[in-house]
């Protein structure tokens, strides 16, 4: 599939972000970046903590600059962290995500070299849970 124009706006943010990680117990150094319906684009990375459950992944980050700006609806994400092989939102992010992704979200799976795979968000996710 044809990656759209904004993709290399995409990854420069997430590597950009990634490149600030707080990561200092895993050394796992992830970078995020969305965008919105209204084009526009907000990045985040991981920020652990020395109390490990407290860490916030980089979706998360992403997420918060992104309410914090007044936006709610996400249609692309781009992933991408330090090594070489694919890195998915893990499912706790995934439940966060769907909390804002529009029906057709396209995830960017990449690695530092670049993109390596292109996901619906649906199927990363189906049957999220919903009351
Ligand atoms: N991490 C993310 O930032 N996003 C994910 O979807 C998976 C995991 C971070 C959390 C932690 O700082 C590090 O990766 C190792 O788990």
């Known amino acids: 599939m044809k990656l759209p124009v904004y993709f290399e706006k995409m990854l420069k943010q997430a590597i950009s972000a990634r490149n600030n ?3 200092p ?9 969305i965008r919105t319906e209204n084009n526009l684009f907000f990045a985040g990375t ?13 979706e998360g980050a992403a997420i918060g600059a992104m309410i914090t ?7 692309n994400l781009l992933l991408v962290a330090i090594n070489d092989s694919p890195c998915t ?7 966060q995500l769907s909390e804002f992704a529009k029906p057709n979200m396209q995830v960017y799976v990449c ?10 968000f649906t199927d990363l996710l189906p049957y999220s849970f919903k009351f």
């Open 21 to 23: 990680a707080y990561a």
């Open 46 to 58: 991981n920020v652990e903590n020395i109390a490990f459950g407290t860490t916030q992944c980089a």
């Open 89 to 95: 939102p893990c499912g706790n992010c995934r439940q």
């Open 111 to 120: 690695n530092p070299q670049g993109h390596l795979q292109t996901i619906k």
């Open 69 to 75: 700006a007044g936006e709610r609806k996400i249609t």
């Open 25 to 33: 117990y895993s050394k796992f150094q992830v970078g995020c970046c």
